[in-house]
């Protein structure tokens, strides 16, 4: 079972990139404990980051038949996104979006998100944990959708 973890712009720059706000933690430190978790979880992972919004895209279309989850951090394009949110409403795979700070206690420009409206549920606001927490609860929906169950979170 293999679940797509898919990293958007400028996060390749965490542990430099606005510690204040984002942590020290790089992408590297966070994809590690990822994994780690998976492992523990009996599940594999296919791991992306890009800067470019139709890389995003093109990873998601080709989640399917390959992955059965997708957890995302669209960082920027959280905000801008149709295309990302047009590809995740299409591929239908349940998807959980992560940010690392609140977005709901930035600027304004932060506060909407695209993708949340086709997500399964958003983390935002715990730092890396929040990824855990996020593989935790999408391997939970996933397992449930494979096993034909339905109900809350799936
Ligand atoms: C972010 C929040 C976004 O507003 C921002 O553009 C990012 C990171 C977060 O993880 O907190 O790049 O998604």
Redesign the pocket.
Known sequence: MNLLILH????NLLGTREPGI?GSDTLEDINSSLHELAEELGCTLTIIQSNHEGVLVDAIQASVGMSVGILI????Y??TSVAIRDALAAVGLPTVE????N?HR?EEF?QHSYIAPVAVGQISGFGPAGYLLGLRALFTIAIKRLSGESGCGT
């Open positions: 958007g712009p400028n996060l984002y951090n669209p960082a920027a959280t905000h992560i940010h690392l700070s977005i930035r932060r």
